[in-house]
Every structure is written in structure tokens, then in C-alpha cells.
């Protein structure tokens, strides 16, 4: 079973509009991390979260962590084409020195103009 | 900062070529550098762990012989991809990374094995 799930699978908007992705895991988060990438590249990192709690912001995204530090959120406000791309959430699941990653299956946005 | 070059970006070649991928870290030192592979629709699946001047971490199921990993030194590691055969094709990526930094990634290689 997927250690990390992300939802949706795939989400198609008009721009302008707002949406949500989240990430949850059976395991505590140490570490909390949204990368996005465009097909067929490398991953762009956007935040990191570390706090139960935790709220970060930029631009119009932000990401959240919970206080159980199992789930995350990531919000785009105002959505725009250039937001367009595959999300990955990844997380350290085990802590400690430890800094492998484990990641979701990403979610696919489209935003429409 | 914390730029990732990975190269090179595509490579196709015959099968029972062996193909290696460089990945540099360019403005910092990198104490750990990973190596991931990602199939269509798929999660990126950890391959190996590598640190600088000892021998990479391989993840289960991920045959040693096969896909050997070097890091000669904290800005620089390489994956060779021995014998590549058509089920070696993939997309293959690298991230760097020191204690208190997130991982950074490469821009991926799309290995293509005929």
C-alpha cells in the first residue's frame, strides 16, 4: 500500500479559481515536503513543513501541516496557467538523522485560461 | 542557489550499452546526494542513497551490479546504468542535499534503451 496519499489524482480548474491537494500518511510526518514538476523534468521545490501547525506561505500557495503532523494541504489561490504541473508531496517518515524521502504519486493540475 | 545540474538530459543507445548520468551540485557542497527513478504515473522510487567518499545505500530490490552509483566528491555523483537493457528505459533523477537544506533536484534524464 501507498505509504503517502495524494488527492486528487488529477484536478482540472478555470483560472482564477481556487484548489486544494493533500497529502496524508498512516506515519508521522518529520518532515513534510511540495515539490512541483512539469513532465519530463526535475522537481522545483516549493515548501517545507516541519511543525505540527505549521502554515507557510508564497505567492498565492500555501501549505499547511496538521497539528497530528499526518496530513498536509496544499492551497493555490487565484489559480493561474503558469500554476499548471504535477504536485509531489514528500516526506521523512522515519526522523532522526535520516533524510530519504518517501513520496505520493503526485496530482496532476490543469488550470484552463 | 542550490542548483542541481544533471546530465546528460536524454540519452538513447543500444541495448547492452552501459550509460552513465553525472549530477552536480553547482553552488554548494552536497553531503548526500540521492537517486530516484519515476515511471509514467508513478511515485519517484528512491534507488540508492550516496555519500561522499563511502559506498551508496542501494533500496531493496535495486541490484547493486547493475546500477552503479560513485561519489568522488561532495559536489559530484554518477549512476551507470551496466548492460542497459530495454526495461532500464526510464526516466531517472538526482537530488542533492546537506543536513539543513531540502533536497534539490536535477532537471531528470530520460534513458531510452532500443
Known amino acids: 500500500s501507498q505509504e503517502l496519499e495524494q488527492s486528487p489524482q488529477s484536478l482540472i480548474v478555470q483560472e482564477g479559481k481556487n484548489l486544494t491537494i493533500n497529502c496524508t500518511s498512516s506515519k508521522t510526518l518529520y518532515g513534510l515536503y511540495w515539490y512541483k514538476q512539469k513532465y519530463g523534468e526535475g522537481l522545483i521545490f516549493l515548501m517545507m513543513?516541519?511543525?505540527?501547525?505549521e502554515e507557510k506561505s508564497h505567492e498565492k500557495i500555501t501549505a499547511k501541516l496538521d497539528e497530528k503532523k499526518q496530513q498536509s494541504s496544499l492551497h493555490i489561490t487565484a489559480s493561474q496557467p503558469s500554476h499548471a504541473g504535477i504536485y509531489l508531496c514528500?516526506?521523512?517518515?522515519?526522523?532522526?538523522?535520516?533524510?530519504?524521502?518517501?513520496f505520493g504519486k503526485g496530482t496532476l493540475l490543469t488550470v484552463n485560461p | 542557489g542550490a542548483v542541481v545540474s544533471q546530465h546528460p538530459s536524454r540519452v538513447i543507445c543500444k541495448s547492452g550499452t552501459s550509460v552513465k548520468i553525472e549530477c552536480r551540485s553547482l553552488d554548494f557542497q552536497a553531503t548526500t546526494m540521492f537517486w530516484y527513478r519515476q515511471f509514467p504515473k508513478k511515485s519517484l522510487m528512491l534507488m540508492a542513497t550516496?555519500?561522499?567518499?563511502?559506498?551508496?545505500?542501494?533500496e531493496q530490490g535495486v541490484e547493486k551490479d547493475k546500477f552503479l552509483i560513485n561519489h568522488a566528491s561532495l559536489t559530484l555523483s554518477t549512476l551507470t546504468v551496466t548492460s542497459a537493457h530495454p526495461e532500464d528505459s526510464s526516466f531517472y533523477i538526482c537530488s542533492a542535499q546537506t543536513p539543513d537544506q531540502p533536497q534539490h533536484f536535477g532537471d531528470g534524464t530520460r534513458l531510452s534503451i532500443l
Open positions: 513543513l516541519q511543525k505540527g501547525g
Open positions: 514528500g516526506a521523512d517518515i522515519v526522523g532522526g538523522s535520516n533524510y530519504k524521502l518517501t
Open positions: 550516496s555519500n561522499e567518499g563511502s559506498k551508496a545505500t542501494y
